[in-house]
C-alpha cells in the first residue's frame, strides 16, 4: 500500500531526490579526502616499519610524511571541509523542505542554488533506489511524525557512529598490541618498540584516535538530544506538543544541533551504513508500529 503522509510524498519528490543525490556526491568528495589520508598514514607506517628508522630510506620516508602532512593540511583538508560544509547545508535543505521546518540562516547561512544542487546531482553514480525512503515514516498524530523523524536522525546516526568509533578504537590496540608481541617476541627493547614500532605508524596511531576522539564527541551530543526529544514524545503534555507554535521552536533547535554535528563530521562510508541497514531499520520499524498505537490518527 502506497504510503500517502506528506512526509512520504514529500521526500519522494523530484526536488527532494535531487537534493539527496547531490548530498551523496558532497559526502564522496569528502571520504575520499579522508581514505586517501587514511591510505597514506597507513603506507608510510608501514614503509617506516620495513626500512627502520636508521636508513638512508628511513630518513627519506619521514620526509615524505612531512611533506604528505603539509600537502594534507594545506589542500586535503580545506578541499574536504568545503564539501563538508556543503553536504551539511544540503542535508538541512532535505530536511526543512521534508519535515516543514523554518530555515535558520543565522546558523546555517544562505541554500545553495538549484544550478549548484543540479550540478551535483548529476555527477551521483547508482540507483535511486537506495536513496528513496530516506525517513521511515510513522502514520501516527501530529506532531509525532516529526518528532519520530528527528529522533531516527538523532538514535540512528548515533549507533552506526559508535560501532565506527569502536572500530577505530579497535585498529589502534591491535595495532599496538601487535607492536608489543613482537617486540618481546624478538627480545627487542622499549627503545625499540618506540622507535622501530610506534614512531613510524605515529600519523596512523593518530588518525585512529582523531576519528575515535570526534565520533565519541558527535554521538554524546546526539544522545544528549534524543533523551529530549524523546522525552516529549513520551508525555503527551509536554509544552511542546500542548502550546501553539511550540513544536517548529523545539524542532528548529533539534535540527541546530544536527547541522553542528555534520558540520564536524562526514557521514560514514555508504558500505558501511548498508551493512547494518536492514537490522537497524528493522528496529526503528518496531519503534515506528509502537508509536502508530500509542498516537493513532484520528
Known amino acids: 500500500m502506497t504510503n500517502s503522509h506528506p ?4 521526500q519522494e519528490s523530484a526536488a527532494a531526490m535531487r537534493v539527496l543525490k547531490a548530498i551523496a556526491v558532497a559526502h564522496l568528495r569528502n571520504q575520499r579526502a579522508q581514505t586517501l589520508s587514511l591510505c597514506v598514514s597507513i603506507v608510510l607506517a608501514v614503509a617506516g616499519l620495513l626500512t627502520g628508522s636508521g636508513s638512508r630510506y628511513g630518513t627519506a620516508i619521514t620526509l615524505g610524511g612531512t611533506l604528505w602532512a603539509a600537502l594534507y593540511m594545506g589542500v586535503m583538508a580545506p578541499w574536504a571541509e568545503r564539501y563538508l560544509r556543503i553536504a551539511a547545508t544540503l542535508q538541512e535543505m532535505f530536511d526543512v523542505a521534508v519535515l516543514g521546518l523554518p530555515w535558520n540562516s543565522v546558523a546555517v547561512g544562505n541554500r545553495i542554488g538549484d544550478d549548484e544542487v543540479s550540478r551535483l546531482s548529476r555527477r551521483f553514480r547508482g540507483g535511486e533506489d537506495r536513496l528513496r525512503g530516506y525517513y521511515l515514516v510513522v502514520d501516527a498524530a501530529a506532531p509525532y511524525d516529526v518528532l519520530f ?10 549507533r552506526i557512529r559508535l560501532r565506527f568509533a569502536q572500530l577505530m578504537f579497535g585498529v589502534l590496540v591491535l595495532w599496538s598490541t601487535v607492536g608489543v608481541l613482537l617486540t618481546l617476541a624478538t627480545g627487542g627493547t622499549m627503545s625499540r618498540l618506540v622507535t622501530g614500532w610506534f614512531v613510524p605508524s605515529l600519523g596512523l596511531l593518530l588518525l585512529c584516535l582523531e576519528m575515535y576522539r570526534t565520533q565519541m564527541t558527535s554521538i554524546q551530543e546526539r544522545l544528549r538530544v534524543l533523551g529530549l526529544v524523546r522525552a516529549v514524545i513520551d508525555d503527551p503534555t509536554s509544552p511542546v506538543i500542548t502550546t501553539p507554535d511550540a513544536l517548529p521552536r523545539f524542532a528548529r533547535q533539534v535540527q541546530d544541533t544536527l547541522y553542528q554535528m555534520r558540520r564536524l563530521q562526514p557521514r560514514l562510508p555508504a558500505w558501511y551504513f548498508r551493512r547494518y541497514h536492514d537490522q537497524d531499520k528493522g528496529d526503528f520499524q518496531i519503534r515506528m508500529r509502537e508509536l502508530e498505537s500509542r498516537f493513532p490518527q484520528s
Open 149 to 158: 523523524c528527528l529522533e531516527q536522525n538523532l538514535a540512528w546516526g548515533s
Open 7 to 10: 512526509i512520504a510524498e514529500q
